[in-house]
């Protein structure tokens, strides 16, 4: 067990630092591990993980399979938060290999979801890509909206990034490359804060 998560640990750590070729091994022996020993939590993990890294490689069909996968197990333990983020991720799969329409059902499901938690937040993960959406309709103001939201400092570094890069793309699209520049500025300082967290 604790072989299985120093690699699913280790691996994340490559995958997050966009280091692939690193990523992919370690995640795939947790993954081994989990499904021999009969890890059903830690299984969850690592396909979650897996599913990432594929997607960073645009390898969309093995992303997706993945994630489907951990989400599965994520029912199956009850675990409403990891359902959310898988979702989020399914999102954002979708969106990257141009499917619009998947990705909006994916955002519907999210939001069912939280509603029947309760849970009136919407996850950052789902943030961005309803953010995306917005923007890809040119609703830059409800975009931005989103997208500021999900760039408070409260949020993780790694979303926050994220957020703030995709202001900067909003700012392109409506001709302000001082704003542009300033904000994609912002998204590589939050990007070099993660980097040297992950240290």
Known sequence: ???????????????????????????L???????????TGD??????????????????????????????????????DDQQEMLGLLQTV????????????YAREASSLAASTGNTLIPPASALV????????????KARKLYETVARPDNPIDVRWRALAGIASLEVALGRPGAAGRAFRQ????MDEMRAQLK
Request: hydrophobic share 50%.
């Open 187 to 190: 998204a590589q300082e939050a």
């Open 94 to 105: 979708a969106l990257q290999a141009d499917d619009v329409a998947g990705a909006a059902a």
């Open 1 to 27: 067990t604790e072989q299985m998560k120093l690699l699913g640990n280790l691996g994340w750590c490559y995958m997050t630092l966009g280091d692939t070729e690193k990523a992919l091994p370690l995640l």
């Open 130 to 141: 309803e953010a995306k959406l917005h923007a890809e309709r040119r609703e830059f103001d």
């Open 29 to 39: 022996k947790a993954e081994e591990i989990a499904i021999r020993q009969g890890l």
């Open 43 to 80: 299984l969850e993990i690592a396909l979650y993980h897996l599913g990432m890294v594929h997607l960073q490689l645009r390898d969309f069909r093995a992303a997706r399979d993945y994630i489907v996968r951990a989400l599965a197990l994520a029912r199956k333990l009850d675990q409403k």
